[in-house]
């Protein structure tokens, strides 16, 4: 909890000390995540946790919140993972792609030509897919299932992110990292890099 403490802590008082920045208007954004999980549930022999991408998007807007400027947010993005399990002569592949509805909060910090930023998210989960194939001795069995909203439960995590400007234009280009803080996924966290495109109005 200090740990969580200190890491939300810091941009405020580095922000404090300096010049604040330039608060964006409306914004859009687009990008592509590369996502997975990682925890203790995942105990087969032989398993491995990969990441999958899909795309995400979402609006964006600067605001002031008691003194502090905030750059705040809502989006759909992507979570999820591949699983690989090779054990007494079989194999089996699962590939999880749950799609959330994020509400999201940054505060940015200018480094030179580019601004970190710091935040928290929370993310609801609206559906997405899971698809299993196993083999067994030459047979093949699949199979792919429409995930229901709510299958996976509510994402609270951390965001860390790198962005820079091009130019005057209005454009940026940056990348966020994110860290879940819960387990929303029966014992596994989510966790990944969003690479994304951007504009202000």
Known sequence: MKKVFLTIALPVCLVMGQDQPEL?????????????ASGDSVDVSGAELETVGAPGFGVSKGVMLGGFPLQVGVGLHPRGYKLEVDMDGAHSHVEVKAQYLDLWAQ???????????????????????????????GVTVSEEVDLEAGDFGLDVGLNFGLGMPI????????????????EPNDGLKWNGLFFNVGYSF
């Open 24 to 36: 964006p208007g409306w914004g859009v954004y687009v990008g592509y995540a590369m996502v997975g």
């Open 167 to 182: 130019g005057e234009t209005g454009a940026q280009v940056g990348v966020v990292y994110l860290m879940s803080l819960n």
């Open 107 to 137: 505060m940015p910090y200018p480094v030179g030509p580019v601004f970190a930023s710091a935040g928290f998210n929370v993310g609801t989960h609206i559906g997405g897919t899971s698809e299993m194939e196993a083999e067994f001795y």
